[in-house]
């Protein structure tokens, strides 16, 4: 047995590495004064510069949530940041939460600020091939990217689920560049009929290319497990829409970034 170890583990070695590991850690950096503390996630079996894609976070700021979605985008090779829009320490829950998420929602140059300065540490970390970038987000993260993408970031995509879709400079549509993808939720009392219509109207007035998946049934947060199944609170969990949302979004990114 000593005797055909050696020959085992040849073998075994000529196949690689058996299992990859995902590095997830927080990275601190900042925004102009402020320090934020962000979550980075990456495959560290893949080899050289890979597409990068940034995730904004809800309304409570960074959580279990964010941090789930971008280890699952990192075992799909990409190199992930999750951004902190607050800053460090700033965990706001309800209805604080509001207040805080308010704030950015009100001042949109500071929130594009924000969200700039977290796309720029992903772009120039060593994992990433700046040319292949991608930014998703949830709830006030989804309006987030979409002011990441109207701020004419060059940027291969933005996927927004179940954020805020209205702008209030609409003609800022004009500079979005990159693909955008929007995963709304019918039902969602939070984005009234006219944002909905405005987004649509934005998007064709600014030649972009876009794609809006309405889920029947659907309400507000319909990703969040912990938001439970009870449509009648305005946000709710739904399965159908949540495992849908996932395959386009891969998909998606898939088409865009070349991986």
């Not at 904004?56 to 979605?69: C, F, L, R």
């Not at 995509?157 to 939720?185: E, M, Q, R, W, Y």
């Not at 969602?188 to 064709?204: R, S």
């Not at 996932?246 to 070349?258: D, I, R, Y």
């Amino acid at each position: 047995m000593k005797a055909l170890l050696p020959s085992l583990l040849a073998v075994l070695g000529s196949f690689g590495p058996l299992a990859a590991a995902i590095v997830e850690k927080p990275l601190e950096y900042k925004s102009g004064d402020v320090v934020c503390e962000g979550w980075q996630a990456y495959d560290d079996a893949v080899t050289g510069p890979r597409p990068g894609v940034l995730v904004v976070h809800q309304w409570t700021g960074i959580s279990d949530h964010e941090k789930e979605a971008a280890r699952k985008l990192a075992a799909l090779g990409y190199n992930v940041l999750v951004a902190d829009i607050y800053g460090q320490g700033v965990r706001p829950q309800p209805p604080a939460a509001g207040k805080e998420a308010g704030k950015y929602k009100s001042d949109r140059p500071l929130l594009r600020a924000r969200v700039n300065a977290a796309l720029d540490v992903l772009s120039h970390d060593a994992r990433t091939d700046p040319s292949k970038l991608a930014a998703t987000g949830y709830c006030f993260g989804g309006t987030t990217v979409l002011e990441l993408a109207r701020s004419g970031t060059a940027l291969k995509g933005v996927v927004s689920f179940h954020g805020g879709l209205d702008s209030p400079t609409p003609a800022d549509g004009k500079n979005i560049k990159a693909k955008v993808l929007a995963l709304h939720g019918a039902d969602d009392p939070y984005v009234p009929a006219k944002d909905v219509a405005a987004f649509e109207a934005e998007m064709k007035a600014s030649g972009v290319d876009y794609k809006l998946v309405k889920y029947p049934g659907a309400v507000h947060s319909f990703t969040h497990k912990a938001a439970g199944i009870d449509n009648s609170k305005g946000a709710a969990y739904n399965a159908d829409a949540d495992r849908d949302s996932w395959f386009q979004m891969a998909q998606f990114l898939k088409s865009t970034l070349g991986r």
